[in-house]
């Protein structure tokens, strides 16, 4: 299984700073990273620094969360079947949602072959001190970042005060209290500090548990596999007795009468259903807080 890790953070953050040192460091410890990295411009800037001899996935224009879902589990795809690694990082765009930036990783084609040890989140301290600033809808964003980390660099503490650094982390442990936080200057992070990190998906033989820094983390991801199959109104009547805190889902379902499992997508309390013409494996990945204890249609 190949070690994956999700680079979030701010526009201006210091995320391609951390990326760069990051490889470095992987290079040094004889491992192989690839990169996937989002920008929202037509220009590949910030990729000019990933090296040519790291495997690299660019998308432009676009988000590699919601609608670049797809465009992610196809790159990803490419690298798992095209490219030597040992580590993947995916960088997002600063405008990107940690759970939906999550959700373009854990696709059921791939989910037993990746090991998500977690979100590392690149966090502007000064801009922390100064979010009452920011535009509500911006503020929102910045704010879902930081609180969905499982790993957090509070970064540019040079530019603080000794009292302010002080505030900074006593704030960010309030409004975060599962995240590990790392006061940093150029977002420089230990590679030792994200090996430790234990995985937020490790497969086992009923699903993905979800775990941070040897802690239980809420936000994470279950893999399940259907073993019967459902009509698709008692499907959808499961779906509706979910709790809010299950984001997403994915996978293919067997349906009765149907001849191959169909794709299935939820987000935000709306369904889709699409035939698939591939018979696929039936499984379905969940992303959710406290997925663990979801009780799973056919399963549990």
């Known amino acids: 299984m190949k070690d994956v890790y999700l680079f979030s953070g701010f526009l201006g953050s210091g995320k391609t700073s951390m990326l760069t040192d990051v490889i470095r460091q992987l290079k040094e410890a004889g491992l192989k990273p690839a990169v996937i990295m989002n920008e929202l411009g037509k220009l590949p800037f910030d990729s000019q620094a ?32 095209d490219s030597e690694f040992d580590v993947l990082i995916i960088e997002t765009t600063g405008a990107a949602h940690p759970v939906e930036a999550l959700d373009a990783v854990y696709s059921p084609l791939f989910a037993d072959k990746l090991n998500i040890k977690g979100i590392v989140t690149v966090a502007d301290s000064k801009l922390w001190l100064d979010r009452a600033t920011l535009t509500p809808q911006v503020r929102s964003l910045f704010m879902e970042q930081i609180r969905h980390a499982h790993l957090l660099l509070a970064n540019k503490t040079d530019l603080l005060t000794e009292s302010e650094q002080a505030q900074v982390v006593y704030e960010l442990q309030g409004f975060n209290p599962n995240a590990f936080i790392l006061q940093t200057t150029n977002g420089r992070v230990p590679i030792k500090l994200l090996e430790g990190m234990q995985s937020t998906s490790r497969v086992a033989k009923e699903d993905i548990v979800s775990a941070k820094l040897g802690e239980s983390f809420n936000l994470g991801s279950r893999l399940v596999e259907f073993t019967t199959s459902f009509t698709e109104s008692d499907f959808e009547d499961w779906v509706r007795s979910l709790p809010d805190t299950v984001y997403r889902m994915k996978g293919y379902v067997p349906i009765e009468g149907v001849r191959n499992p169909m794709l299935f997508q939820y987000a935000y309390g709306m369904v889709q259903w699409l035939p698939e013409y591939i018979k696929m494996e039936p499984r379905l990945v969940l992303i959710g807080e406290n997925i663990r204890n979801v009780k799973v249609i056919g399963v549990d």
Not at 69 to 80: V, Y
């Open 50 to 81: 990933v090296q040519s001899d790291v495997p690299l996935k660019e998308m432009l224009e676009g988000c590699i969360c919601c609608t670049g879902a797809e465009k992610t589990e196809a790159q990803i795809q490419s690298l798992l079947l």
